[in-house]
């Protein structure tokens, strides 16, 4: 019973907010990230996951979410002691020598603290927030709740809700088991082992659960502290592109990467450059590493049916794909930065565009392609903040052509030629037969062609409109002449000194005029 009043209680808070910012009026992108800081930490987080989604908002609403507060108010030191000691089964100070009280940092799921192990190393104590899942279980309930609601008001046609709050269910789960970011952590530091200038936290799993993560901790200065950096010897330019070489190599080799490389998780440690806060990953498959290779290459190439093939082998089309349009929107994107030289191109700038592009063809990429993108574009900005001179789609382009040099195997190249040659040879001698059965079929009077013509519903249904046009404007002018006519007349009922039907006539022309020109207007709008 309890429970029911908490969410009754919950949801009135959350349809005050919600009626407190006028939502029936619309939603600009300051007011959705001021209902989302209003509505509290969950829903805090559920904007941070929001702003990852560029196939799903416009790229300003995700700009502006990127800007929602990452810190949340506090939780007492005596709660952090206490849940150390329930989690470790032992008081702290059979473990720890110090434990800052002044956090580091405190989100939405957990806290972090400074502090010293026994043996004198220095530490990070990651401590989850009491009760949180069940917290966070009964606001997604109770969005799901108001998802239905908000399908009503403007903002229902802009986003898709449903999917969002699934995501941010899964996610969060995820994050609120730091097994499993002990997991990332283990896996980060193993890939990037063998890079001298690269490092990250390790876990102590001894001293870690479920609830509880406690990682080595690095000291530092964070990497868009440029004068600092610089006063003491640092080169930003070598520092930028190492960075952006370890990122492309996350993706291309290891197919494990950072997603969240913000400034405030890529510190300068000892001469190395350290990635912090890996809570937020991305996975990419072999499949998909390979396809941004070739998308790569396509744009190299100029390329625009290898870049369209791309698109839709990465998504899935959740509409009836008009080709022809398709290819002319790449184009026009293609040959923009084509003509661009590689200082110039933004990597950014280029995702942006084809992720409004796939929204506008209907086009639905997997949450692990549209992370990887908002990745992108996040550490491109860090790097404009810390080396402006360095270009990331240079990078990327100079890594991914000396991966694949490095991995070409040509005598399974040549192999491959070999093979292609004597398929195409068998297909050509097959061809004279071929033409031969057409011949026959087509002289039998048994030839069927079947012809797809692009957008023909749409034409279609289009010519049925104007065929409706048509006939109601004749039945118009039919009835008009017909009124006028009856104006000669000697009719006993008349109304205005004109007999009453024609009066009914006219009055039904112009409602039919006025309707007409209403659908004209709406069609053009359209």
Known sequence: MTGKKGSGKRLREILGVLKKHHLSQGVSPEKLR???EDLGPTYVKLGQIMSMRSDMLPEKYCRELTRLRTEVRPLPF????????QELGRPFSQI??????????SASIAQVHAATLLDGRKVVVKVQRPAIHEMMENDIRLMRRASGLLKLTSVGNLIDFGTIIDELWKTSQEEMDFKQEAKNCDL????????????????????TTPRLLVM????????????ELTELGYDMKEIGEKT???????????????????????????????????????????????????????????DIYGVKNVLLSMGEAKARINHAELYTDIDDIVSKYMNMGFGEMRL????????????????????????????MITIEGTLSAC????????????????????????????????????????????????????????????????????ESDRLLGSFRRSFDHLVLALLTCGIFIGSALLCLSDQPHTLWGLPVISVIGFFLCLIFVLWLIIQMFLHRKK
């Open 244 to 302: 952006a070489a370890n990122y492309c190599k996350q993706i291309l080799d290891d197919g494990f990467f950072h997603a969240d490389p913000h400034p405030g998780n890529l510190w300068i440690s000892g001469g190395q450059i350290a990635w912090l806060d890996l809570g937020m990953t991305g996975h990419l498959s072999g499949r998909n590493k390979m396809l941004i290779q070739k998308a790569v290459y396509a744009l190299l190439q100029n």
């Open 188 to 207: 980060f530091f193993e890939n990037q082992k063998d890079i001298v200038y690269i490092t990250s936290p390790q876990v102590i799993h001894e001293l």
């Open 216 to 227: 080595s901790y690095i000291e530092g200065i964070q990497i868009d502290r440029v004068q």
């Open 34 to 36: 001021e209902i989302l």
């Open 387 to 454: 080396a402006p001179q360095v270009n990331l789609m240079q990078i990327l382009t100079s890594y991914v052509s000396s991966s694949v040099l490095e991995h070409i195997d040509l005598k399974r190249e040549l192999r491959h030629k070999i093979r292609q040659i004597y398929t195409s040879t068998d297909k050509m001698l097959s061809i004279p037969a071929l033409l031969s059965d057409l011949l026959n079929i087509t002289k039998n009077g048994q030839t069927r062609l079947n012809i797809d013509i692009t």
């Open 78 to 85: 005596e709660t952090i002691l206490q849940i150390i000691k």
């Open 348 to 375: 950014g700038e280029l995702i942006e565009k084809l992720l409004d592009l796939v929204k506008k063809h209907h086009i639905a990429i997997n949450t692990d392609i549209t992370m990887l993108a908002r990745s």
């Open 96 to 105: 720890f020598k110090k434990v800052e009280p002044q956090p580091l940092g």
